[in-house]
């Protein structure tokens, strides 16, 4: 469905029970944002950007108040709270999505992309913005862009030379199916854990690595107690911007449009920092941190794992299918 259908299908709704009246569209209102980041990570910059941007569009009627580092719970709970409405947006990652919409999980694919840029072509291409169609009736939201984190690697307690060698290292993943059996199908322990969780669990050494991006690795110093980094490039890792239907539907058209308008400009911002900025983030890694870089590391690494995946995802869903048919015409 595209932005101008999802714009409409909206008004319809608005247009029933929840219809602004004239008084309430000229009161001012803050959006309450949540989500899992800390206020240095750049999602949370982009969503204080958001904050003015609406302020600025709306004449001062909008406004958003974040609560970010997961104050309001995690995000499985967040999500709860957007479909009640007692939350009216949150930027939540593409991982939680995929316990309610299967077909998010094809853009965890294994090595679909190889790179950071042709990720943010995925999360462009009308297909992702499919998947999104699902969202209303699934989670009670509506999912206005994506946006994402960098590509994710393994970044380990000890040195790792094989495959062979990961085999019942427990590895932190963030919670969802398809990233728990990509680590399952190679014989690694995954261990399922929420972002504020992690760097105590490493440093009581609960766990023996972690599968992360660039941007967290320098955020938190994971690699203080896990100085050994795998470039692999395994998976993207993307985010959604997610409204409340209860919220959105409050809305006028209009304030629809400038909204939807607001939320795209800074998810396409997040995308081009992270595009821009993923090598150097690389390198700051390797002349500050002392952490030590096995280079591209490639799906070679863990054997028939691309093949093995996809045979069992793309029984739940076409998009595994028809993601890596897009990516082969980049
Ligand atoms: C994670 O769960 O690994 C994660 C979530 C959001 C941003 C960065 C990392």
Redesign the pocket.
Known sequence: MSRKNILALFSLVAGLALAPSAAMAQQEQSFRLGL??PPV?V?NQEVAALGETLQERSDGRFSITAYPSGQLGNEATMLQQLQTGALDMAWL?T?ELTFRVPDMAALHAPFLVTNIADAARVFRSDEAREILDALPRATGTVGLCYAM?GMRQMVMRNPIDSAEELRGQRIRI?PAPPISRFFEMFGAAPAPM??PAIYDALANAQIDGL???Y??IINFRYYEHAPYLLETNHHM?G?VALVSVRRWAQLSEEDRELVSDAMQLHCDRTIDRFVEEEEDKLDRLREASGIRITEGVGPEFFGDIVERWDAEWAERTPYVARLRELVASF
């Open positions: 899992i980041t990570h999602w990652t991982a984190i963030t929420p972002l599968d992360m991006d941007e967290s890792f985010m």
